[in-house]
């Protein structure tokens, strides 16, 4: 398995966990589950794929700017999962917020999936692309346990 192939795994769990929470209502027990499982999932996905897919990507011209774009992504998700905690879960702003949520969740995924995949395919060698795919789920792996 590559980087871009592992990374691909939670991005598709990060969908559907988005998808999920934002169909849920009031203060259920489902949508603290499904807030729950998504903050767990993005944090260790953020650490690991900083770690083991922007820092080596960060080395190359090509490659700089837009890690540093992903990596701002990832801490505008983590200040939107800081006010989700903020609001109670029977508010309506709740929902509002989540669906912000959503909608970084998804422009992220689509920016680093049709854009900085390929770029990073043009920087990395194929060696490379399986040595980090293989620090990544561990990272991941690692942080998903500390959750």
């Not at 603290?32 to 083991?52: D, G, I, Q, T």
């Amino acid at each position: 398995m590559n980087i871009f192939e592992a990374l691909r795994i939670s991005h598709d769990t990060q969908r559907g966990l988005a998808d999920s929470l934002i169909k849920t209502s009031g203060d259920s027990k489902e949508r603290s589950l499904l807030f729950n499982e998504l903050k767990a999932e993005l944090a260790a996905h953020a650490a690991a794929e900083e770690r083991f897919f922007y820092v080596p990507l960060i080395k190359h011209d090509m490659t700089q700017e837009p890690s540093r774009h992903g990596i701002a992504e990832h801490h505008e998700m983590d200040k939107l999962v800081e006010k989700l905690e903020e609001i109670d879960f029977s508010s309506p702003a709740w929902i509002a917020a989540a669906k912000e949520l959503h909608h970084k969740v998804f422009h992220h995924l689509s920016d680093e999936e049709q854009g900085i995949f390929q770029l990073a395919g043009k920087v990395l060698g194929e060696a490379e692309k399986i040595s980090l795919a293989k620090g990544y789920e561990g990272e991941f792996v690692s942080q998903r346990i500390k959750a």
